[in-house]
């Protein structure tokens, strides 16, 4: 059995997602924000490991920079002047911190939508949408799965090349352009006749027929209640918090929040909660999984 957040039922996993990047999406707040993306950034790293660090470096990073920057080029509201840039528009504070909001609001939604594509799979997907919108969902379903697939017989068909000689870094520029034209070639063959095995494979399964029945491996059991009940009530509780003012906060004219008390201290505990909840999952049913097997081990250990 799967273990961790993704073991959920598929319309936990759904629905936690879109509470969540709905909640960074909407709410402005830093110290939200700030909460989103640490609970994105844990529980990336929690999926990929390394590899989401250096996709964190590489990629999230210079996005952070690049919108932080560009907002004060083009947003030049606020009451706090700095200086006057070269074409006599105003540097004002207020715009420099709303654009580190919409870099850090940005990065956190790359995150937490990286997250989501480790998560909910194509199987997942439609499964839960396969009835309502069957043909919606197998097109973002098969598009989904096509950019790794693409990626893999990219990387698969470059190396071939570059080991007969014939890589885009091999030889003189002409020869380089000619290499990767050829790249370019196999790969649209291989696209056109994947897309007609897929199509054979679908008419013989009898896809399009009425009355067709769906296979199904997931069955919504008790932890799957328990685990809805938080999303639900989790939620509606950080939304009562942003409809009573608690998430409030403006950065124009100038840069001002909501008035501050033990109430939205508690709105802020429950949206890092529900942040927090499949990397805590995730650590829980590690540490868990470790205590049963140590007995096992030491129990070997004696007997040798």
Known sequence: MTRGFSGYHPIINFLWF???????????NPVCLALSLTGSLCYYVRLRGAAALRFCI?????????????????????ATILC??????????ESIYY??????????SILWFGCYSEIMTSDKFIYLF????????????????????????????????????????????????????????????WS?????????????????????TAFSIYR????????????????????????????????FPTVKGGEQNVFTVSFFAVYLALCLTPTIIELRENHASADKTQPDNIGHCVQD
């Open 58 to 78: 590489r990629g999230v990073l210079p996005v952070m920079l690049i919108a932080a920057l560009v907002n004060p080029a083009f947003n030049h509201e606020g």
């Open 84 to 93: 006057y840039l070269p074409g006599g528009n105003p540097l004002t504070l």
């Open 220 to 251: 919504f059991e008790d932890r799957d209640k328990s685990m809805l009940a938080w999303i639900i009530v989790g939620g509606i509780y950080v939304l009562s918090g942003a409809i009573v003012g608690g998430f409030d906060w403006r950065y």
């Open 192 to 212: 056109m006749e994947s897309a007609v095995s897929t199509a054979d494979s679908m008419k013989s399964r009898g896809w399009g027929l009425p009355h067709r």
């Open 130 to 189: 396969g009835r309502v919108i069957p043909a919606l969902s197998l097109v973002l379903s098969m598009t989904l799965r096509f950019v790794p697939r693409f990626a893999s017989q990219l990387k698969s068909a470059s190396d071939a090349q570059t080991c007969i000689g014939r890589g885009i870094h091999d030889g003189k520029p002409r020869e380089r352009l000619k290499n990767a034209l050829n790249l370019l070639s196999s790969l649209i063959s």
């Open 18 to 28: 879109v509470e969540v990047i709905g909640f960074t999406m909407f709410f402005m």
């Open 99 to 108: 654009g580190l909001a919409a870099a850090v609001m940005l990065s956190a």
